[in-house]
C-alpha cells in the first residue's frame, strides 16, 4: 500500500472484495467519458479482474478518498516486452482538476518500474474533423505528463448502426469457386485452434499450414478463448476454407457480453495474403453478420477499430456502413520518477 498525497491511498483491486469492485463498477459508469460507447458490464468487467489476455499480466487498484473509491488504474504487463500499458487511469469526474490523475499516473509509473519496464504506454480518444466531438481533456493531461505521440498509424474507430443501414439488404456475396464456409461458437474446434492462432499473429502474412510443433491446447487461440470465458463472452466465429488444401484460408469474429444487448465488438477478421482478392473478407464478415443477428437478434449497434493505415479493411467495414467516429492515438513515457 502507498500514499501518493496525504488524502489519496491505493490499494490493490480484488474481485473478491465485493465492496470495493462494486464502487469500481459504479465509478465506470459514472465516468461515462466517450458519448455513444457501450456501457461497462459488470460480469465482464469484474471478469476482467481474474481473467487476463493472453501472454499479459494485469495490475489493478484503486485510490480511496475519505475511504471510498476516487480512482482507479490498470496497467497491462505483456510478457517479454519493456513497456508497461496503461488500460485504465480513471478520477470520478466531481472528483477531478485535483491532482488525482496526476497522483495515478505517478502510480502507474511506479509499478512499471518495480516490473523492470522501461516505457509507459496509454491512449487517447480525440474527434476526427467532422465527427462528434471529444473532450480535449485527457490529451492536455498527458501532454502535461510529458507524453511523446507515438510513431506508427492512429486507431480507427467505427460504428455500424443497424438500424440506419442494413448490409444484408442485398444478401451474403456468393462464394469464390473454391472455398467453403465454416462455423463456430465460443470455442474453437480443435482443428481450427492452430490455424486461427498463426493467422491472427501473423495477420495473415504466415502460417497458412498448421505448425505441427504447436498444441492445440496451449494455441494462442485457446488462451484468448480462457479470457473470453471467464469474463462471460459469447462468440460468433466464420471461416473460410480453401477446399483443395484444407487449409483455413481466413476467418472473422463478432463478440459479446452478456450484458449490453444491443452492442457486440466486431473483432478480428483475417484472410491469409495467399487468398486475398476474392472478396473473402467482406463475405467473411456479412455471413458472420447473419449468422449473429439470427441468434442474437437484439444487436442494434457493432463497434471495431482498425489501425489507420490498413485501407482495405477499412474499406470493407465502409462497405458493410460502418462510420468512423474517432481515433484512438497512441503516446509513450518514460517509466522513470513522474517529480
Not at 476482467?48 to 475519505?66: G, I, K, M, Q
Not at 455500424?160 to 439488404?169: G, K, S, T, V, Y
Not at 492452430?194 to 492445440?216: F, H, N
Request: hydrophobic letters at 40%; charged letters at 20%; glycine letters at 10%.
Amino acid at each position: 500500500m502507498t500514499d501518493s498525497t496525504p488524502e489519496l491511498r491505493f490499494i490493490p483491486l480484488s474481485a473478491d472484495d465485493d465492496d470495493t469492485a462494486g464502487q469500481w463498477l459504479q465509478l465506470m459508469a459514472e465516468a461515462d467519458d466517450v458519448p455513444g460507447a457501450a456501457p461497462p458490464c459488470s460480469v465482464d468487467m469484474i471478469g476482467s479482474l481474474r481473467f487476463a489476455p493472453p501472454a499479459t499480466a494485469l495490475e489493478d487498484w484503486v485510490a480511496l478518498y475519505d475511504g471510498q473509491v476516487a480512482g482507479a488504474l490498470r496497467i497491462a504487463l505483456p510478457n517479454g516486452a519493456p513497456v508497461a500499458r496503461v488500460d485504465q487511469l480513471l478520477v470520478h469526474p466531481k472528483l477531478r482538476r485535483r491532482g488525482m490523475g496526476r497522483a495515478l499516473f505517478g502510480k502507474a509509473r511506479e509499478l512499471a518500474a518495480e516490473h523492470g519496464r522501461t516505457t509507459l504506454a496509454g491512449m487517447t480518444v480525440e474527434p476526427l474533423e467532422g465527427g462528434p466531438a471529444r473532450d480535449p481533456a485527457p490529451r492536455a493531461f498527458v501532454a502535461a505528463l510529458g507524453g511523446v505521440r507515438a510513431e506508427g498509424p492512429s486507431g480507427l474507430h467505427q460504428w455500424l448502426d443497424l438500424r440506419r443501414h442494413d448490409p444484408l439488404a442485398d444478401g451474403v456475396p456468393a462464394l469464390p469457386q473454391g472455398y467453403g464456409l465454416v462455423r463456430w461458437g465460443t470455442v474453437t474446434p480443435d482443428a481450427y485452434a492452430v490455424p486461427v492462432s498463426l493467422l491472427e499473429q501473423s495477420l495473415g502474412d504466415t502460417g497458412a499450414e498448421p505448425d505441427p510443433d504447436q498444441e492445440v491446447e496451449t494455441s494462442y487461440a485457446r488462451a484468448f478463448e480462457t479470457m473470453r470465458v471467464g469474463r462471460g463472452r459469447r462468440a460468433y466465429h466464420t471461416g473460410v476454407v480453401h477446399e483443395a488444401s484444407g487449409t483455413l484460408a481466413g476467418y472473422t469474429s463478432v463478440s459479446k457480453t452478456t450484458g449490453n444487448p444491443e452492442y457486440a465488438l466486431q473483432g478480428m477478421t483475417v484472410v491469409h495474403r495467399a487468398h486475398r482478392g476474392h472478396g473473402l473478407g467482406l463475405l467473411l464478415k456479412l455471413s458472420n453478420l447473419e449468422n449473429v443477428l439470427r441468434q442474437e437478434p437484439a444487436v442494434r449497434l457493432l463497434e471495431t477499430a482498425n489501425a489507420e493505415d490498413n485501407h482495405s479493411m477499412i474499406a470493407v467495414n465502409r462497405a458493410m456502413g460502418f462510420l468512423p467516429q474517432d481515433r484512438w492515438v497512441s503516446w509513450t513515457f518514460g517509466a522513470g520518477s513522474s517529480d
